[in-house]
């Protein structure tokens, strides 16, 4: 499409564009952290366990560590950051010692569970990565 400048209203074109740009940010909720439960702790200090959603998806990133049992409640995810209705979103995310761990959070009640090790251990010391975890939203 091709604009006429001369015959554009400024003061719409100027108001179109505040309001796409405002629409931009807000759709964008900047890293929010989660509160850790149970025990579980910052692998490093000052990296939280973050989730951040930008339309519809979402991110998370960080490391956690001190889990010593399955299945734990680690976080609870606000509502806003919540897989879809109806599906339980199920990843696995890297860990020291060469074993992954599968994660479920849940759509309902908003639990971020650790659900299982591949070597079935969860020694306090084993830390968890959330960097790169990233879903849809509604």
Do not use: C
Not at 27 to 37: H, K, M
Not at 106 to 124: C, E, Y
Request: zero cysteines; aromatic letters at 12%.
């Amino acid at each position: 499409m091709i604009f006429n400048l001369k015959d554009m209203d400024m003061n719409n074109y100027v108001s179109w564009v505040y309001s796409s740009l405002l629409e931009k940010i807000e759709a964008d909720t900047g890293w929010v952290s989660l509160e850790l439960l149970n025990g579980v702790k910052l692998f490093t200090e000052g990296y939280d366990l973050q989730v951040r959603k930008v339309h519809k998806t979402v991110f998370m990133r960080g490391r956690i560590t001190n889990i010593t049992a399955h299945p734990t409640t680690i976080a609870i995810m606000p509502q806003q950051f919540r897989p879809r209705e109806g599906y339980a979103f199920r990843f696995i995310v890297p860990s020291n010692g060469g074993t992954n761990a599968v994660f479920v959070i849940n759509p309902d009640s908003g639990t971020v569970i650790l659900d299982n090790t591949s070597d079935g251990n969860v020694p306090a010391e084993r830390w968890f990565s959330f960097n790169n975890v990233t879903y849809i939203s509604d």
